[in-house]
Protein backbone atom coordinates (compact mmCIF):
# COMPACT_ATOMS: atom_id res chain seq x y z
CA UNK A 1 0.00 0.00 0.00
CA UNK A 2 0.93 3.72 -0.61
CA UNK A 3 2.70 5.16 2.13
CA UNK A 4 0.69 8.32 1.47
CA UNK A 5 -2.59 6.41 3.23
CA UNK A 6 -0.68 6.27 6.51
CA UNK A 7 0.81 9.86 6.71
CA UNK A 8 -0.04 11.93 9.62
CA UNK A 9 -2.43 14.82 9.93
CA UNK A 10 0.23 16.89 10.97
CA UNK A 11 2.33 16.22 7.42
CA UNK A 12 -0.80 16.63 4.92
CA UNK A 13 -2.18 20.30 3.74
CA UNK A 14 -4.97 18.69 1.71
CA UNK A 15 -3.31 19.98 -1.28
CA UNK A 16 -5.04 17.39 -3.78
CA UNK A 17 -1.57 16.91 -5.58
CA UNK A 18 -1.65 12.54 -4.74
CA UNK A 19 -4.98 12.36 -5.69
CA UNK A 20 -4.51 13.85 -9.04
CA UNK A 21 -1.35 12.69 -9.65
CA UNK A 22 -2.24 9.00 -9.06
CA UNK A 23 -1.83 7.19 -12.54
CA UNK A 24 -4.52 4.60 -11.24
CA UNK A 25 -7.07 7.03 -10.16
CA UNK A 26 -7.27 5.25 -6.54
CA UNK A 27 -6.62 8.16 -4.42
CA UNK A 28 -9.76 10.38 -3.12
CA UNK A 29 -9.98 12.71 -1.03
CA UNK A 30 -12.04 12.80 1.67
CA UNK A 31 -13.22 15.36 5.06
CA UNK A 32 -12.38 14.47 8.24
CA UNK A 33 -15.12 15.08 11.14
CA UNK A 34 -13.38 18.45 11.15
CA UNK A 35 -14.29 19.08 7.62
CA UNK A 36 -10.31 19.06 6.37
CA UNK A 37 -9.84 16.52 3.01
CA UNK A 38 -7.29 13.78 3.73
CA UNK A 39 -6.58 11.33 1.16
CA UNK A 40 -7.97 7.90 0.93
CA UNK A 41 -6.10 5.13 -1.27
CA UNK A 42 -8.35 2.05 -2.72
CA UNK A 43 -5.68 -0.59 -1.93
CA UNK A 44 -7.17 -2.85 -4.14
CA UNK A 45 -6.36 -0.49 -7.34
CA UNK A 46 -2.90 0.82 -5.68
CA UNK A 47 0.21 -0.80 -7.27
CA UNK A 48 2.32 1.06 -4.95
CA UNK A 49 3.88 3.22 -7.75
CA UNK A 50 5.24 5.75 -5.15
CA UNK A 51 4.17 8.28 -7.36
CA UNK A 52 2.00 10.03 -4.65
CA UNK A 53 4.80 10.00 -2.38
CA UNK A 54 7.16 11.24 -4.83
CA UNK A 55 4.62 14.65 -5.26
CA UNK A 56 4.03 15.18 -1.67
CA UNK A 57 4.89 18.91 -0.76
CA UNK A 58 5.49 17.70 3.13
CA UNK A 59 7.80 14.91 1.92
CA UNK A 60 11.22 16.33 2.93
CA UNK A 61 13.43 16.46 -0.54
CA UNK A 62 10.17 17.38 -3.05
CA UNK A 63 10.10 21.24 -2.39
CA UNK A 64 12.67 23.78 -3.76
CA UNK A 65 12.48 27.08 -1.87
CA UNK A 66 13.60 30.43 -2.85
CA UNK A 67 14.87 34.15 -1.25
CA UNK A 68 12.83 36.99 -2.26
CA UNK A 69 15.22 39.10 -4.10
CA UNK A 70 13.78 42.01 -3.01
CA UNK A 71 10.63 43.42 -2.01
CA UNK A 72 7.88 46.01 -2.79
CA UNK A 73 5.04 47.89 -1.28
CA UNK A 74 2.18 48.19 -3.85
CA UNK A 75 -1.52 49.00 -4.57
CA UNK A 76 -3.75 49.80 -7.48
CA UNK A 77 -3.73 52.72 -9.21
CA UNK A 78 -7.64 52.25 -10.50
CA UNK A 79 -9.54 53.17 -7.39
CA UNK A 80 -12.38 51.43 -7.90
CA UNK A 81 -10.75 47.89 -8.20
CA UNK A 82 -8.72 49.46 -5.59
CA UNK A 83 -11.16 49.44 -3.04
CA UNK A 84 -13.09 46.51 -4.46
CA UNK A 85 -10.21 44.15 -3.01
CA UNK A 86 -8.01 43.03 -0.18
CA UNK A 87 -4.99 44.62 0.72
CA UNK A 88 -3.48 46.84 -2.20
CA UNK A 89 -5.11 44.67 -4.80
CA UNK A 90 -2.09 43.37 -6.53
CA UNK A 91 -3.46 39.97 -7.36
CA UNK A 92 -6.06 42.28 -9.58
CA UNK A 93 -3.47 43.59 -11.49
CA UNK A 94 -1.61 40.38 -12.06
CA UNK A 95 -4.72 38.71 -13.13
CA UNK A 96 -5.84 41.52 -15.33
CA UNK A 97 -2.22 41.51 -17.49
CA UNK A 98 -2.25 37.55 -18.16
CA UNK A 99 -5.99 38.07 -19.45
CA UNK A 100 -4.76 40.81 -21.83
CA UNK A 101 -2.20 38.61 -22.57
CA UNK A 102 -4.57 35.90 -23.95
CA UNK A 103 -4.06 33.37 -20.64
CA UNK A 104 -6.12 32.46 -18.20
CA UNK A 105 -6.22 32.92 -14.20
CA UNK A 106 -6.48 30.30 -11.32
CA UNK A 107 -7.32 31.64 -8.14
CA UNK A 108 -10.30 31.55 -5.06
CA UNK A 109 -13.88 32.48 -5.42
CA UNK A 110 -17.10 32.62 -3.03
CA UNK A 111 -20.18 31.21 -4.76
CA UNK A 112 -22.68 31.89 -1.81
CA UNK A 113 -20.62 30.33 0.75
CA UNK A 114 -19.40 27.56 -1.13
CA UNK A 115 -15.31 28.43 -1.48
CA UNK A 116 -13.34 26.71 -4.38
CA UNK A 117 -10.47 27.62 -7.08
CA UNK A 118 -12.22 28.42 -10.54
CA UNK A 119 -10.63 29.43 -13.63
CA UNK A 120 -11.12 32.63 -15.39
CA UNK A 121 -10.46 34.20 -18.76
CA UNK A 122 -12.47 36.76 -18.98
CA UNK A 123 -11.74 39.96 -17.68
CA UNK A 124 -15.40 40.89 -16.96
CA UNK A 125 -15.20 37.54 -14.27
CA UNK A 126 -12.09 38.28 -12.46
CA UNK A 127 -14.77 40.41 -9.79
CA UNK A 128 -15.34 36.83 -8.63
CA UNK A 129 -11.78 36.27 -7.76
CA UNK A 130 -11.30 39.63 -5.45
CA UNK A 131 -11.92 39.77 -1.49
CA UNK A 132 -10.00 37.54 1.32
CA UNK A 133 -11.67 34.12 2.36
CA UNK A 134 -10.56 33.07 5.33
CA UNK A 135 -10.95 29.60 4.97
CA UNK A 136 -9.39 26.70 3.04
CA UNK A 137 -10.40 25.78 -0.64
CA UNK A 138 -11.46 23.55 -2.70
CA UNK A 139 -8.60 22.58 -5.35
CA UNK A 140 -10.46 19.19 -6.38
CA UNK A 141 -9.79 18.29 -10.14
CA UNK A 142 -7.91 21.42 -11.02
CA UNK A 143 -4.51 20.95 -11.43
CA UNK A 144 -5.28 18.96 -14.75
CA UNK A 145 -6.89 21.85 -16.12
CA UNK A 146 -3.83 23.88 -15.33
CA UNK A 147 -1.81 21.53 -17.41
CA UNK A 148 -4.39 21.20 -20.11
CA UNK A 149 -4.30 24.90 -20.59
CA UNK A 150 -0.35 24.70 -21.02
CA UNK A 151 -0.06 22.16 -22.84
CA UNK A 152 -2.45 24.99 -25.37
CA UNK A 153 0.33 27.43 -24.64
CA UNK A 154 -2.10 29.72 -22.77
CA UNK A 155 -0.40 32.20 -20.13
CA UNK A 156 -1.45 30.62 -16.93
CA UNK A 157 -1.68 32.61 -13.81
CA UNK A 158 -2.34 30.37 -10.70
CA UNK A 159 -2.82 32.22 -7.19
CA UNK A 160 -2.92 30.01 -3.85
CA UNK A 161 -1.38 28.99 -0.27
CA UNK A 162 1.61 27.83 -0.40
CA UNK A 163 0.95 24.41 -0.20
CA UNK A 164 -1.46 24.82 -3.12
CA UNK A 165 1.20 26.22 -5.81
CA UNK A 166 3.92 23.73 -3.89
CA UNK A 167 1.37 20.85 -5.42
CA UNK A 168 0.68 21.99 -8.65
CA UNK A 169 4.39 21.91 -9.19
CA UNK A 170 5.26 19.06 -8.47
CA UNK A 171 2.24 17.91 -10.31
CA UNK A 172 3.33 19.91 -13.20
CA UNK A 173 6.74 18.81 -12.76
CA UNK A 174 8.91 20.93 -15.56
CA UNK A 175 7.33 24.49 -15.19
CA UNK A 176 7.52 26.36 -18.17
CA UNK A 177 8.33 30.09 -18.77
CA UNK A 178 4.14 30.72 -19.57
CA UNK A 179 3.19 29.59 -16.03
CA UNK A 180 3.37 32.16 -13.57
CA UNK A 181 2.56 31.28 -9.74
CA UNK A 182 1.70 33.78 -6.92
CA UNK A 183 1.31 32.38 -3.13
CA UNK A 184 -0.48 34.15 -0.35
CA UNK A 185 0.99 34.72 3.07
CA UNK A 186 -1.25 32.28 4.80
CA UNK A 187 -1.39 32.24 8.08
CA UNK A 188 -3.83 28.92 8.36
CA UNK A 189 -6.99 27.63 7.14
CA UNK A 190 -9.81 26.26 8.93
CA UNK A 191 -12.08 24.27 7.04
CA UNK A 192 -15.16 25.04 4.68
CA UNK A 193 -17.82 22.96 7.35
CA UNK A 194 -16.66 24.51 9.96
CA UNK A 195 -17.47 27.80 8.09
CA UNK A 196 -20.55 26.59 6.76
CA UNK A 197 -21.78 25.07 10.11
CA UNK A 198 -21.11 28.63 11.64
CA UNK A 199 -23.45 30.21 8.83
CA UNK A 200 -26.37 27.92 9.20
CA UNK A 201 -26.30 28.82 12.93
CA UNK A 202 -26.34 32.29 12.14
CA UNK A 203 -29.14 31.99 9.21
CA UNK A 204 -31.61 29.43 10.93
CA UNK A 205 -31.92 28.23 8.03
CA UNK A 206 -32.32 30.95 5.59
CA UNK A 207 -30.27 30.93 2.62
CA UNK A 208 -26.91 32.84 2.48
CA UNK A 209 -26.27 34.66 -1.21
CA UNK A 210 -22.48 36.20 0.14
CA UNK A 211 -19.94 36.20 2.37
CA UNK A 212 -17.24 38.85 2.80
CA UNK A 213 -14.23 39.01 5.22
CA UNK A 214 -12.87 42.19 4.41
CA UNK A 215 -13.10 45.80 2.66
CA UNK A 216 -9.39 46.93 1.68
CA UNK A 217 -8.25 47.54 5.63
CA UNK A 218 -11.29 46.85 7.42
CA UNK A 219 -12.24 43.02 8.97
CA UNK A 220 -15.46 42.24 9.62
CA UNK A 221 -17.79 39.51 8.84
CA UNK A 222 -20.55 39.91 6.50
CA UNK A 223 -23.90 37.83 5.86
CA UNK A 224 -26.16 38.83 3.01
CA UNK A 225 -29.41 37.37 1.26
CA UNK A 226 -31.83 38.36 -1.48
CA UNK A 227 -33.05 40.71 1.39
CA UNK A 228 -29.95 42.43 2.13
CA UNK A 229 -27.22 42.06 4.45
CA UNK A 230 -28.26 39.75 7.34
CA UNK A 231 -25.35 39.57 9.75
CA UNK A 232 -22.23 41.46 10.36
CA UNK A 233 -19.79 41.82 13.41
CA UNK A 234 -16.62 43.15 14.34
CA UNK A 235 -13.78 40.02 13.72
CA UNK A 236 -14.10 39.47 17.71
CA UNK A 237 -17.34 39.64 18.18
CA UNK A 238 -17.86 36.41 15.80
CA UNK A 239 -17.06 33.20 16.77
CA UNK A 240 -15.66 32.06 13.49
CA UNK A 241 -13.67 35.02 12.66
CA UNK A 242 -12.18 34.87 16.44
CA UNK A 243 -10.94 31.48 16.27
CA UNK A 244 -9.59 32.15 12.27
CA UNK A 245 -7.66 34.84 14.11
CA UNK A 246 -6.02 33.38 17.34
CA UNK A 247 -4.86 30.43 15.44
CA UNK A 248 -7.60 27.96 17.00
CA UNK A 249 -9.09 26.27 14.03
CA UNK A 250 -6.76 25.76 11.47
CA UNK A 251 -5.71 22.35 10.49
CA UNK A 252 -3.38 20.56 12.14
CA UNK A 253 -0.67 20.80 9.59
CA UNK A 254 -1.10 24.57 9.40
CA UNK A 255 1.08 24.54 12.44
CA UNK A 256 3.61 22.98 10.65
CA UNK A 257 3.80 24.44 8.13
CA UNK A 258 7.48 24.00 5.93
CA UNK A 259 6.11 27.07 3.89
CA UNK A 260 6.11 29.96 6.77
CA UNK A 261 9.22 31.38 6.37
CA UNK A 262 11.39 33.79 4.93
CA UNK A 263 12.12 31.59 1.55
CA UNK A 264 9.20 31.02 -0.80
CA UNK A 265 7.35 28.47 -3.20
CA UNK A 266 6.83 30.50 -5.78
CA UNK A 267 7.35 33.25 -8.23
CA UNK A 268 6.24 36.27 -6.24
CA UNK A 269 4.27 35.83 -2.47
CA UNK A 270 1.59 38.95 -1.88
CA UNK A 271 0.01 39.83 1.07
CA UNK A 272 -0.59 42.94 3.16
CA UNK A 273 2.85 45.03 4.18
CA UNK A 274 2.45 44.72 7.84
CA UNK A 275 5.16 46.55 9.60
CA UNK A 276 5.46 49.16 6.30
CA UNK A 277 8.04 52.23 7.58
CA UNK A 278 6.67 55.65 7.33
CA UNK A 279 3.95 54.26 4.86
CA UNK A 280 2.23 58.28 5.42
CA UNK A 281 5.61 59.40 3.62
CA UNK A 282 4.75 57.61 0.27
CA UNK A 283 3.49 59.30 -2.63
CA UNK A 284 0.06 58.66 -3.61
CA UNK A 285 -0.78 57.26 -0.29
CA UNK A 286 -4.53 56.72 0.20
CA UNK A 287 -6.09 56.18 3.80
CA UNK A 288 -9.05 54.46 2.43
CA UNK A 289 -7.38 51.09 1.35
CA UNK A 290 -4.66 48.25 2.55
CA UNK A 291 -0.78 47.80 0.94
CA UNK A 292 0.48 45.30 -0.74
CA UNK A 293 3.59 43.24 0.11
CA UNK A 294 5.28 41.50 -3.50
CA UNK A 295 8.35 39.38 -2.82
CA UNK A 296 9.53 38.28 -6.38
CA UNK A 297 11.51 35.07 -5.04
CA UNK A 298 12.53 34.47 -9.39
CA UNK A 299 13.73 36.61 -12.30
CA UNK A 300 10.06 34.95 -13.75
CA UNK A 301 8.52 36.94 -10.89
CA UNK A 302 10.55 40.33 -11.70
CA UNK A 303 8.95 40.26 -14.67
CA UNK A 304 5.78 40.13 -14.54
CA UNK A 305 6.21 43.08 -11.25
CA UNK A 306 7.99 45.24 -14.39
CA UNK A 307 5.05 44.44 -16.69
CA UNK A 308 2.49 45.62 -14.60
CA UNK A 309 4.41 48.84 -13.20
CA UNK A 310 2.23 51.31 -14.85
CA UNK A 311 -1.09 49.63 -13.31
CA UNK A 312 0.17 50.23 -9.93
CA UNK A 313 2.04 52.37 -7.20
CA UNK A 314 5.32 50.68 -6.52
CA UNK A 315 7.86 51.19 -4.29
CA UNK A 316 10.80 48.98 -3.50
CA UNK A 317 11.84 48.41 0.51
CA UNK A 318 13.92 45.60 2.01
CA UNK A 319 13.04 42.13 2.37
CA UNK A 320 14.02 43.02 6.35
CA UNK A 321 11.57 45.12 6.54
CA UNK A 322 8.77 42.91 4.95
CA UNK A 323 9.65 39.80 7.00
CA UNK A 324 10.16 41.69 10.09
CA UNK A 325 6.29 42.87 9.74
CA UNK A 326 5.12 39.72 9.07
CA UNK A 327 5.38 36.91 11.27
CA UNK A 328 3.81 34.19 8.87
CA UNK A 329 7.06 35.08 7.06
CA UNK A 330 9.36 33.67 10.09
CA UNK A 331 7.84 31.06 11.63
CA UNK A 332 4.22 28.87 11.31
CA UNK A 333 1.39 29.83 14.62
CA UNK A 334 2.65 27.58 17.59
CA UNK A 335 -0.02 25.35 18.28
CA UNK A 336 -1.27 25.11 21.91
CA UNK A 337 -3.37 23.56 24.66
CA UNK A 338 -6.31 25.30 23.21
CA UNK A 339 -6.33 24.27 20.26
CA UNK A 340 -6.16 20.86 20.88
CA UNK A 341 -9.35 21.48 23.42
CA UNK A 342 -11.19 22.93 20.29
CA UNK A 343 -9.66 19.91 17.51
CA UNK A 344 -10.97 17.45 20.55
CA UNK A 345 -14.47 18.75 21.08
CA UNK A 346 -15.27 19.58 17.83
CA UNK A 347 -15.00 15.18 16.85
CA UNK A 348 -18.06 14.89 18.86
CA UNK A 349 -19.72 18.33 19.55
CA UNK A 350 -21.01 21.20 16.91
CA UNK A 351 -18.61 24.45 16.24
CA UNK A 352 -20.18 26.90 18.44
CA UNK A 353 -19.94 24.77 21.35
CA UNK A 354 -16.79 23.61 20.52
CA UNK A 355 -15.22 26.95 20.63
CA UNK A 356 -16.70 28.05 23.87
CA UNK A 357 -15.54 25.16 25.40
CA UNK A 358 -12.20 26.29 24.14
CA UNK A 359 -12.08 29.69 25.16
CA UNK A 360 -13.89 28.65 28.30
CA UNK A 361 -10.75 29.61 30.52
CA UNK A 362 -9.89 33.19 28.45
CA UNK A 363 -13.21 34.46 29.04
CA UNK A 364 -12.83 33.42 32.80
CA UNK A 365 -10.00 35.25 33.01
CA UNK A 366 -11.47 38.37 31.75
CA UNK A 367 -14.35 38.14 33.21
CA UNK A 368 -12.20 38.17 36.82
CA UNK A 369 -9.99 41.20 35.27
CA UNK A 370 -13.46 43.04 34.78
CA UNK A 371 -14.73 42.33 38.25
CA UNK A 372 -11.19 42.89 39.97
CA UNK A 373 -11.94 46.49 38.26
CA UNK A 374 -14.48 47.20 39.68
CA UNK A 375 -14.04 46.05 42.82
CA UNK A 376 -11.01 48.28 43.32
CA UNK A 377 -12.87 51.45 41.86
Known sequence: MSSIATKEKTD???????????PKHCIEMIPDRKGFLYPKVNTVTCVDCGVCVKVCPFEEGNIKLNSPLTAYAAWNKDWEQYLASSSGGAAHVFSSYIIRQGGVVYGCTSESIHVRHIRVDALSELSKLQGSKYVQSDVRGLF???????????????????????GLKNYIKRIPEHLYLVDLI?????SLQMLHEHINHIMKGRPAEQLSFRKGQLFRIEITSRCGTVYSS??????YFRTFLDGISYRESCYHCPFARKE??????????????DADKLPSKSEEGGISVLLPSSVKGEMLINAIKTDMYIYERSVEEAVTGNDQLQS????????????????????????FIATANHKFKTLLKIVGRKIRR
Not at 12 to 22: D, K, L, Q
Not at 148 to 163: E, H, M, N, R, S
Not at 234 to 239: I, S, V
Request: with cysteine; proline share 7%; hydrophobic share 35%.
Open 234 to 239: EPYGDT
Open 186 to 190: CHGVP
Open 332 to 355: PVKDCMRNRVFRTSYTILPFEQSV
Open 144 to 166: SQVKADLQAGKPVLFIGTPCQVA
Open 264 to 277: RVSDITIGDFWGLR
Open 12 to 22: CSGCNVCAEAC
